[in-house]
């Protein structure tokens, strides 16, 4: 599957941005999505994750309560919305498929171009 991901920007602290992953080629249902980010100088973290059905969604502790990931599979598209930003949550986010439901980046095997957040304080 290939995925294209959009939506980032500069926003100033406080502000919302909404993040979304459109996906071609092979049935997206059939695939866990996930949003992953990397700040400068540091190494890609995971942020969020969706079952096969959206069901089912986690979240790393920082962003619980601020982000929501969801997704519209009729679209093909995966959504980050992401609330109450932060100067730390500037990064560059990558949305990613896999056959699983999990939180590490070697669980996914498809990986968008990434987008980049950044914060202003």
């Known amino acids: 599957v290939q995925l294209q991901a959009s939506g980032g920007g500069l926003v100033q602290a406080g502000g919302s941005l909404r993040l979304s992953c459109v996906a071609s080629?092979?049935?997206?249902?059939?695939?866990?999505m996930g949003w992953f980010r990397q700040a400068p100088g540091k190494e890609r973290e995971f942020v969020a994750a969706?079952?096969?059905?959206?069901?089912?969604?986690f979240y790393t502790d920082s962003v619980k309560g601020r982000f929501t990931i969801s997704r519209d599979n009729a679209k093909n598209t995966v959504y980050l919305q992401m609330n109450s930003l932060n100067v730390e949550d500037t990064a560059v986010y990558y949305c990613?498929?896999?056959?699983?439901?999990?939180?590490?980046?070697?669980?996914?095997?498809?990986w968008g171009q990434g987008t980049l957040v950044t914060v202003s304080s």
């Open positions: 969706i079952s096969r059905s959206g069901a089912s969604t």
């Open positions: 080629g092979r049935a997206f249902g059939a695939y866990s």
């Open positions: 990613a498929a896999g056959p699983g439901f999990g939180v590490t980046a070697g669980q996914y095997d498809s």
